[in-house]
């Protein structure tokens, strides 16, 4: 059995696309892959911010617990400040915190696979006395670096509250 199909109106000769068919194919086609790559693309450079954004949540991280393992013995005597004393972090007093307070900054570079750049950061810690009675202390870590994509400022932060060894 053999099938014939005729077209009507006599287009037999003429079937098939048109140029501007194609054409309006092609650009959808286009928009279709430029919209695909474009979400590849910006997918690619969130995870890149996050991956930079967890490096550094994790120096700030780090540098708060580097200050609240110090050693802060409330009960000895005498009272000293420094490395290997009673009190290793010294508070000293100002005009905008009569309870005390110490700075301490720290270099460092975030630890991300980077093509050839290193990105730098600097690590603020802060420690400030909250109350004499009972005790107690806010450290304050806030790492500060730079986005290479944009040049854009970013902190990271963590603080946390501690009271004495006891």
């Not at 500060?144 to 970013?154: H, R, S, Y």
């Amino acid at each position: 059995m053999i099938l014939r199909l005729a077209q009507a109106g006599g287009r037999a000769g003429r079937a098939g696309f048109t140029l501007m068919e194609i054409l309006v194919a092609f650009l959808i086609f286009g928009m279709t892959v430029s919209g695909l790559i474009y979400g590849y693309v910006q997918a690619n450079r969130m995870a890149e911010f996050s991956s930079m954004s967890l490096a550094a949540q994790s120096l700030a991280q780090q540098g708060m617990e580097q200050a609240r393992s110090a050693q802060w013995d409330s009960e000895a005597w005498p009272v000293t400040n420094g490395p290997g004393t009673t009190d290793e972090i010294s508070l000293y007093p100002s005009n905008s915190c009569p309870t005390g307070y110490t700075n301490y900054s720290q270099a460092d570079y975030l630890d991300v696979p980077e093509k050839d750049t290193l990105i730098y950061v600097t690590n603020y810690i802060t420690v400030t006395n909250l109350s004499m009675n009972p005790l107690l202390r806010q450290i304050r870590s806030d790492v500060v670096w730079t986005l290479p994509l944009n040049g854009k400022a970013c902190t990271n932060t963590a603080i946390t509250q501690r009271a004495p060894d006891e």
